[in-house]
């Protein structure tokens, strides 16, 4: 269970940072040059996104991974 909580509470917090850049998952995923469906899994807390993965999204949105893992 603590697994399923993990990847829900990170995948609301991307979705939040996205928006609040009025950016769609396509546009992030050319910017961060990542696959838009895995990045709607993500979103949806179906996937285990990787360090790599959080530090890409960090720098698309300009914050901290501490900010992507806030609240776990």
Do not use: H, T
Request: net charge positive.
């Amino acid at each position: 269970m603590r697994g399923n909580f993990f990847y829900k509470k990170v995948g609301e917090n991307i979705a939040r940072l996205r928006k609040q850049k009025n950016l769609s998952q396509y546009q992030v995923s050319q910017m961060a040059d990542i696959d838009r469906s895995y990045l709607a899994e993500i979103e949806e807390g179906k996937a285990n996104p990787s360090l790599k993965f959080l530090l890409k999204l960090s720098k698309v949105f300009g914050v901290s991974i501490n900010e992507i893992l806030k609240g776990i």
